[in-house]
């Protein structure tokens, strides 16, 4: 079973950055799209960023210009570069493929975009 483990979140103030890591299991991100989600308090849980096999990305409008989406397939790792971040990106992020599989969502990590 495939197995996704997220790490990098943590406290940043408004404007700062961070970036966020997923490793598999195993080498998928060849043959599969990848995708950042978020899950903020109160909230459904949302697509941030995807990322195709062969490099394609695409944003949430509320996300586009300020994350990017990247992998290293040789490390079974997909990151998520955010900037400028804001206070409504508050959320627990996690990484899985696209469309999700469920039995894959890992913890996720938590950002806390706060002064």
């Known amino acids: 079973q495939l197995q996704l483990v997220e790490s990098g979140g943590g406290l940043v103030q408004p404007g700062g950055s961070l970036r966020l890591s997923c490793v598999a299991s195993g080498k998928i991100f060849s043959i599969k799209s990848m995708g950042w989600y978020r899950q903020a308090p109160g909230k459904q849980r949302e697509l941030v960023a995807g990322?195709?096999?062969?490099?394609?990305?695409n944003y949430a409008d509320s996300v586009k210009g300020r994350f990017t989406i990247s992998k290293d397939n040789a490390k079974n790792t997909v990151y998520l570069q955010m900037n400028s971040l804001k206070p409504e990106d508050t959320a627990v992020y996690y990484c899985?493929?696209?469309?999700?599989?469920?039995?894959?969502w890992g913890q996720g990590t938590q950002v806390t975009v706060s002064s």
């Open positions: 899985n493929i696209r469309p999700p599989r469920v039995g894959s």
């Open positions: 990322i195709t096999s062969g490099g394609s990305t």
